[in-house]
T-cell receptor, first 117, second 112 residues
Framework: GAVVSQHPSWVICKSGTSVKIECRSLDFQATTMFWYRQFPKQSLMLMATSNEGSKATYEQGVEKDKFLINHASLTLSTLTVTSAHPEDSSFYIC?????????????FGQGTRLTVV | DAKTTQPPSMDCAEGRAANLPCNHS???????VYWYRQIHSQGPQYIIHGLKNNETNEMASLIITEDRKSSTLILPHATLRDTAVYYC?????????????FGDGTTLTVKP
């Protein structure tokens, strides 16, 4: 089956620093990937749509200058949390669809737990 | 995407069938019903999806009512490892799929 991998699985960073999270589709190409954020005991909230070779589309209320998304290849999207603050601590999850096989379901990464201290 | 309504929590005895309902009364004709689950501290896992016919795979069965306004996910023989939050999502099957709007889901607890 289609596999989406995120790295790192968890990261602790100091307030004010930037953190990069990678999302890779391991066995398929994904022109579009999606980034979610999940706070404790809450559901997933879509942050942005990452488009290969073009700018990401951000959901309302998500700061594009704070959450930088780059989708430089068909198998890799990165999310950089810039100038991280404790309130950015959350579980970040990416997803992608293997459209090349005509599949419509989404496959999710294992998530990255970010803790800003 | 159409909104879905699920009960916040359910319990199920190990080995018994777990039946998880979902209401999606505003579903459009081109929208599919997708089910995912999220085990604690992991990314969501795809379970099954369907348009209007009932579907079955190695994980579960999906029963969609004839008017498509509701559906039920059936785990035929629940195990402790099926304890998770189950999300029902409706979405078109085109390129927008993958951009999923998650509700609060149903927390299923399988008990020994």
């Amino acid at each position: 089956g289609a596999v989406v991998s995120q790295h790192p699985s968890w990261v602790i960073c100091k307030s004010g620093t930037s953190v990069k999270i990678e999302c890779r589709s391991l066995d398929f190409q994904a022109t579009t990937m999606f980034w979610y954020r999940q706070f404790p005991k809450q559901s997933l909230m879509l942050m942005a749509t990452s488009n290969e070779g073009s700018k990401a589309t951000y959901e309302q209320g998500v700061e594009k200058d704070k959450f930088l998304i780059n989708h430089a290849s068909l198998t890799l999207s990165t999310l950089t949390v810039t100038s991280a603050h404790p309130e950015d601590s959350s579980f970040y999850i990416c997803s992608a669809r293997d459209s090349g096989q005509g599949r419509t379901e989404a496959f999710f990464g294992q998530g990255t737990r970010l803790t800003v201290v | 995407d159409a909104k879905t309504t699920q009960p916040p929590s359910m319990d199920c005895a190990e080995g018994r069938a777990a039946n998880l309902p979902c209401n999606h009364s505003t579903i459009s004709g081109n929208e599919y019903v997708y089910w995912y689950r999220q085990i604690h501290s992991q990314g969501p896992q795809y379970i099954i999806h369907g348009l209007k016919n009932n579907e079955t795979n190695e994980m579960a069965s999906l029963i969609i009512t004839e008017d498509r306004k509701s559906s039920t996910l059936i785990l035929p023989h629940a195990t402790l490892r099926d304890t998770a939050v189950y999300y029902c999502i409706v979405s078109p099957s085109n390129t927008n799929a993958g951009k999923s709007t998650f509700g609060d889901g149903t927390t299923l607890t399988v008990k020994p």
